[in-house]
C-alpha cells in the first residue's frame, strides 16, 4: 500500500533557529502534498497545499514566509518553519495524493506527522 | 470554502452501547473520508465514501452519506473500550481536503 515517510517525528528547537520536516511518498509519486498543523485536542488546519515543481498555495492567514514549503521532486516535500517561536510549536502533519490513483481508490495517504517544540 | 460540523465534539459511551457520529458538510464534495486518531499519533483511515448513499462497514462500525443532505454518519454498534480515539471526517473537492472539529470517544466497561 502507499506509505508517506515523515521525519523527524519529534524536535526540539530554541527560539530563532529554523526547522525543516520532510515528507516522502515511499511507493508512488504525489503530484499533491498536503501540510497540516494539530495543536493540542483539536482538528487538523489545512496551512498549504504544494503540487511539484510550483509554488505552494497558503490558506488564509499562513505566513509564507514563516512556513517555507518545497516540493522539489514527485516524492519529497518539506516544510521548514523559519525562526521558530514557543507559538510554533504544534503537531505536523503532511499528506500526499497519488498521482494516477484509481477512482473509487484511497487517494491521500497521511504521514505519522511531527511534533515540534520551541524552546 | 468548504466548512465542515461534526457532532457531538465529545462522547462517553458504555460498552456495548450503540451511537451515532455526524458530519455536516457545506458544499458538494467528491468524497469523504473518516479518520481514527489516537492520542500522539497521526490518521487512520476507516472509511471512503464516493457516492450518494454509499455504505461502508468494518467490524463495529458503519459510514453512510447523503450527498444531498450534505451529511455522513458515523455508526458505532456495541461499543468496546478499543474503540476510544477521536474520529474525524474530512470531505473533499478537487485538491481542498477540511476536517471537521473530531468527536473524542471514550468508552467505558
Known amino acids: 500500500g502507499a506509505v508517506v515517510s515523515q521525519h523527524p517525528s519529534r524536535v526540539i528547537c530554541k527560539s530563532g533557529t529554523s526547522v525543516k520536516i520532510e515528507c516522502r511518498s515511499l511507493?508512488?509519486?504525489?503530484?499533491?502534498m498536503f501540510w497540516y498543523r494539530q495543536f493540542p485536542k483539536q482538528s487538523l488546519m489545512l496551512m498549504a497545499t504544494?503540487?511539484?515543481?510550483?509554488?505552494?498555495?497558503?490558506e488564509q492567514g499562513v505566513e509564507k514566509d514563516k512556513f517555507l514549503i518545497n516540493h522539489a521532486s514527485l516524492t519529497l516535500s518539506t516544510l521548514t518553519v523559519t525562526s521558530a517561536h514557543p507559538e510554533d510549536s504544534s503537531f505536523y502533519i503532511c499528506?500526499?495524493?497519488?498521482?494516477?490513483?484509481?477512482?473509487?481508490?484511497?487517494?491521500?495517504?497521511f504521514g505519522a506527522g511531527s511534533r515540534l517544540t520551541v524552546l | 470554502e468548504l466548512k465542515v460540523e461534526q457532532n457531538p465534539l465529545f462522547l462517553s459511551m458504555q460498552e456495548g452501547k450503540n451511537y451515532t457520529i455526524y458530519c455536516n458538510y457545506s458544499?458538494?464534495?467528491?468524497?469523504l473520508y473518516w479518520y481514527r486518531q489516537d492520542p500522539g499519533k497521526s490518521l487512520e483511515s476507516l472509511f471512503v465514501?464516493?457516492?450518494?448513499?454509499a455504505v461502508k462497514q468494518e467490524g463495529r462500525l458503519m459510514a453512510s452519506l447523503d450527498t444531498k443532505a450534505r451529511l455522513s454518519t458515523l455508526h458505532i454498534t456495541a461499543a468496546v473500550h478499543d474503540l476510544s480515539a477521536t474520529y474525524f471526517c474530512?470531505?473533499?473537492?478537487?485538491?481542498?481536503?477540511?476536517f471537521g472539529a473530531g468527536t473524542r470517544l471514550t468508552v467505558k466497561p
Open positions: 499528506s500526499a495524493r497519488r498521482r494516477g490513483g484509481r477512482s473509487g481508490a484511497n487517494v491521500l495517504t
Open positions: 511507493d508512488f509519486q504525489a503530484t499533491t
Open positions: 504544494s503540487n511539484e515543481g510550483s509554488k505552494a498555495t497558503y
Open positions: 458544499t458538494t464534495s467528491d468524497r
Open positions: 465514501l464516493l457516492s450518494n448513499g
Open positions: 474530512a470531505p473533499y473537492l478537487r485538491n481542498d481536503m477540511r
